[in-house]
Each structure stands twice: as structure tokens, then as C-alpha cells.
């Protein structure tokens, strides 16, 4: 793979906003480079996640989230606020234990967010 200036600018948005949608790259990016479009953003991702240089996840039901593959966790995501919260991906070590004990299955945590409800939120609730 070529690395073209746009393909690094992309990788440098990435990396700078830690998680962005495809839009909120294209956005940094088009701060630099006006010029590159949002096509161009998301094929730019898709080469970068096969080539393992960024992952993504889905938040939501909205566009994914995309960062740098070495900030690896799993993401907490308040289905009530929105807020998102990240955890290291050994606090599953159990689960992807069983997983694999059981059903044979590898679980990738680095590319997981569990839906719940944050702290805050529950707390209100109870109050």
C-alpha cells in the first residue's frame, strides 16, 4: 500500500480524535485538505482497518467509531446519556474464556461496546 497524503492525513485524524465517526474525520481532515470528500474518508478507513491500523466499533446505531489499533479497550455506552466509558479489555478475560471453553469462539474485546445504563443515570433513577 502507497501511503498518499490524503490516506495520512486520514490515519493522522484518527489518531488526533482518539473516536470519530467517518464525518468527524472528514471534517479534521478537510481542514488541511478541503478538496477530499467523504467517499474518499470512508474507503480511506476501510484499507486502514484491513491493513489493522485502525479499528472500529459500533457505538450505536450510527455511523462507527474509528481509533488508533493500538488504543485497544471495550467501550461502556449509556443507552440513556450517550455517555461512553472505557475499560481495559482483560476485565473480560473471563468471559472470553468461557466463550472459548465452551463454544470454540475467540472473542475480540478490542472491537466490543456493551449497552447499560452509566452510573449517573442509575443513580437519578434511584433518587
Known amino acids: 500500500m502507497r501511503m498518499t497524503p490524503q490516506r495520512q492525513l486520514v490515519l493522522d485524524a ?3 480524535l482518539e473516536h470519530a ?3 468527524q474525520i472528514c471534517q479534521r481532515v478537510q481542514l488541511t485538505a478541503p478538496t477530499v470528500n467523504i467517499t474518499t474518508v470512508y474507503r480511506t478507513l476501510d484499507l486502514l482497518d484491513r491493513l489493522g491500523l485502525v479499528r472500529h466499533t459500533h457505538l450505536g446505531h450510527g455511523a462507527p467509531s474509528y481509533s488508533a489499533h493500538e488504543h485497544e479497550h471495550v467501550h461502556l455506552v449509556c443507552h440513556r446519556c450517550g ?3 472505557e ?3 482483560e476485565l473480560m478475560s473471563d468471559l472470553t474464556g468461557t466463550l472459548r471453553a465452551r463454544y470454540g469462539f475467540a472473542l475480540d474485546a478490542s472491537h466490543l461496546a456493551l449497552s447499560g445504563a452509566c452510573r449517573d443515570c442509575l443513580t ?4
Do not use: F, G, I, W
Open 14 to 16: 484518527v489518531r488526533e
Open 21 to 23: 465517526t467517518p464525518e
Open 83 to 85: 455517555s461512553v466509558t
Open 87 to 89: 475499560m481495559p479489555c
Open 124 to 127: 437519578q433513577e434511584n433518587a
